[in-house]
């Protein structure tokens, strides 16, 4: 039965299906850690990593009921990306890199008992106009995206400023192109898809079909442009789903939240999502993932709840996970699917 590790602001939940009726029991890691990002292993799904805002970066090697600091061989405390190479492998689980504030990319081998530095992004020629808008004077690593099918080739967002891109596992860095996206919060790729990138930003949606040299911004459909959330069918890489809102105060703040989500197929329109989902007013932007081992089953959380699609994120059914009105004002950073 899966398992669904949720970054809350103020804790790491992890809620486990019981049974195939559908109930579920949840536990609270890590409380008052500042919870950012999650990954999971995709050599070893028991491996999990969560990167916190000042806390250091956490790890389990049993799914998420029981985790240890693994912060000590880390040099910085707030950690904001972490991602596990499905193509580069050691004797410990998938290599892990993660990013931190401000922006910096590190790289483990060893399951991350220890890191090294991968130098060179504060060289980059675009490296002086990133600013994090609400924090000017500083700038993180928003996302780590490793390519599925080539090793080593790892995308980073820079929040904000940069889209960049390392074909050597980061030990050298391709700077921003022309038409990239700014603001990426979720990149996505997938395994039969080569070469192709997805980007949920707040400057946009965008696609690129060889490896981020050029990108579009397919659109239609969508009525706002402030995307949050992504997550492809772990099958069929034609379905995307993704959540959007006018701003960030629309998509973060619970009491002015507005958010909506939306469906797309292949090349066609963006299609807004309703069934199952609570209204957009007062919901914020739903984070989201696909569960790697079902095809056609995604999972959205929002302040509004934990959310379920069977059918390839066209209907959803709200898990029966406690869900509070203290809850409901919390900001949900993240979540993964440990199958």
Known sequence: MPRLIIAREDELLVAKATDPEGEWETASHLEMTLPVCVAIDPSRPANVYCGTFGAGLWRSDDGGDRWEWAGEGFPEARITAIAVSALEDSAAGGVVYAGTDPSAVYRSEDGGSSWRERTGLDELPSAPEWAFPPRPTTHHVRWIECDPNREGWIYVSIEAGATIRSRNGGA????????????????????????????????????????????????????????????????????????????????????????????????????????????????????????????????????????????????????????????????????????
């Not at 790729?189 to 911004?217: C, I, M, V």
């Not at 809102?245 to 507005?258: D, L, S």
């Not at 056609?296 to 302040?303: E, W």
């Not at 996970?321 to 919390?330: K, M, N, V």
């Open 172 to 339: 050298s860095w391709e700077d921003r192109v022309e038409g990239s996206p700014r603001d990426v919060h979720v990149m996505a790729t997938h395994p039969r898809a080569a070469g192709k990138l997805w980007a949920a930003a707040g400057d946009g949606y965008f696609e690129s079909r060889d490896h981020g040299n050029n990108w579009t911004q397919p659109a239609a459909g969508l009525e706002t442009q402030y995307v949050w959330g992504l997550a492809l069918d772990s099958r069929d890489p034609a379905i995307a789903v993704a959540s959007a809102a006018a701003g960030p105060v629309q998509a973060h703040n619970p009491n002015a939240a507005y958010a909506r989500m939306y469906r797309r197929v292949g090349d066609g329109r963006w299609f807004q999502l309703g069934v199952g989902l609570p209204d957009p007013e007062r919901t914020t932007a739903h984070v989201l993932a696909a569960n790697p081992f079902e095809p056609g089953i995604f999972y959205a959380v929002c302040n509004r709840g934990a959310f379920r699609s069977s059918d390839g994120g066209i209907n959803w059914t709200q898990l029966s996970i406690p869900w509070t009105e203290e809850d409901a004002r919390r900001r949900v950073r993240a979540i993964a699917v440990v199958p």
